[in-house]
T-cell receptor, first 114, second 112 residues
Framework: DTGVSQNPRHKITKRGQNVTFRCDPI?????LYWYRQTLGQGPEFLTY????????KSRLLSDRFSAERPKGSFSTLEIQRTEQGDSAMYLC????????????FGSGTRLTVV | QKEVEQNSGPLSVPEGAIASLNCTYS??????FFWYRQYSGKSPELIMS????GDKEDGRFTAQLNKASQYVSLLIRDSQPSDSATYLC????????????FGRGTSLIVHP
């Protein structure tokens, strides 16, 4: 196991199209997070899973965004009807259960909406 | 007021100097604090965590926490050009949700 894996690394899409990203966390990590980062800003929280349960979703997150984590393994983040403002780096992170140990990030998926 | 505040910089220091990076947070109940390093075009990498008031040292890095002042800092001793990156402060919300809030990061430039 080599860490958190995200696919694709880059995605260019036309405005109005739907996109889906995948995250494979470290196998023993039961917590999984999605963040979004734009240039010059820190990562912004989107949503959080513990095992297969989605425990929190950012109030700032549009209904066009949805995330799943079937069977508590990999997770997908879907953006419907993409807008230019969705262009960003989408980061997935995972962490061990049982405490505050910090988070391991994947390499991210860079989305460009044209 | 932002939940986690950092000076965006850039902070420029000469090679071999001590770089001091600062972070303040607004939620007095926060218990867990992290520093991440992010190279340009890469994802954040955890370098330090701190949970108790005082100092925590790991190699050339020292994290300092003062909960009364709601202040976290990171010192980098003997700074190297390879330390040039953006340093992100992250603070977990209180209450056991384990969801970190990130500052915007401070850009550090170490010049030879």
């Amino acid at each position: 196991d080599t860490g958190v894996s995200q696919n694709p690394r880059h995605k260019i899409t036309k405005r109005g199209q739907n996109v889906t990203f995948r995250c494979d966390p470290i196998s023993e990590h039961n917590r999984l997070y999605w963040y979004r980062q734009t240039l010059g800003q820190g990562p912004e929280f989107l949503t959080y899973f513990q095992n297969e349960a989605q425990l929190e979703k950012s109030r700032l997150l549009s209904d066009r965004f949805s995330a799943e984590r079937p069977k508590g393994s990999f997770s997908t983040l879907e953006i419907q009807r993409t807008e230019q403002g969705d262009s960003a780096m989408y980061l997935c992170a995972s962490s061990l259960p049982g405490g505050d140990y910090g988070y391991t990030f994947g390499s991210g998926t860079r989305l460009t909406v044209v | 007021q932002k939940e986690v505040e950092q000076n965006s910089g850039p902070l420029s220091v000469p090679e071999g100097a001590i770089a001091s990076l600062n972070c303040t947070y607004s939620d007095r109940g926060s218990q867990s604090f992290f520093w991440y390093r992010q190279y340009s075009g890469k994802s954040p990498e955890l370098i330090m965590s701190i949970y108790s008031n005082g100092d925590k040292e790991d190699g050339r890095f020292t994290a300092q926490l003062n909960k009364a002042s709601q202040y976290v800092s990171l010192l980098i001793r003997d700074s190297q050009p390879s330390d040039s990156a953006t340093y992100l402060c992250a603070v977990n919300r209180p209450g056991g949700s384990y969801i970190p809030t990130f500052g915007r990061g401070t850009s550090l430039i170490v010049h030879p």
